[in-house]
């Protein structure tokens, strides 16, 4: 099993950054994949970004050029730098943790609002 904690969720106008991190009860250089998913209201879940244990990086469309993704192995921690946000980034982001045995498992969620 794997625990997560989201943190970093705030207020920040357009424009702005924000930090997310997500750490892992456990050691991550052993989980395949972990990522970020964000779902605002009445909107479906959406992929925002993902790692493998490998380092490989995936965004959505809607973020590139403006999220990274990272993961600092000895902090058992994921990180995504989110600049110059916009308004739509608006949304509860929920860091999961993908194991190929055991499926996948969810943090509690932090919530970004970002004002115009």
């Known amino acids: 099993q794997v625990q997560l904690v989201e943190s970093g969720g705030g207020l920040v106008q357009a424009g702005g950054s924000l930090r997310l991190s997500c750490v892992a009860s456990r050691s991550i250089s052993s989980i395949d994949a972990m990522g970020w998913y964000r779902q605002a209201p009445e909107k479906q879940r959406e992929l925002v970004a993902d790692?493998?244990?490998?380092?490989?990086?995936n965004y959505a469309d809607s973020v590139k050029g403006r999220f990274t993704i990272s993961r600092d192995n000895a902090k058992n921690t994921v990180y995504l730098q989110m600049n110059s946000l916009k308004p739509e980034d608006t949304s509860v982001y929920r860091c999961y943790a993908y194991l190929t045995r055991w499926g996948r498992y969810w943090g509690q969620g932090t919530q970004v609002t970002v004002s115009s």
């Open positions: 790692i493998t244990s490998g380092g490989s990086t």
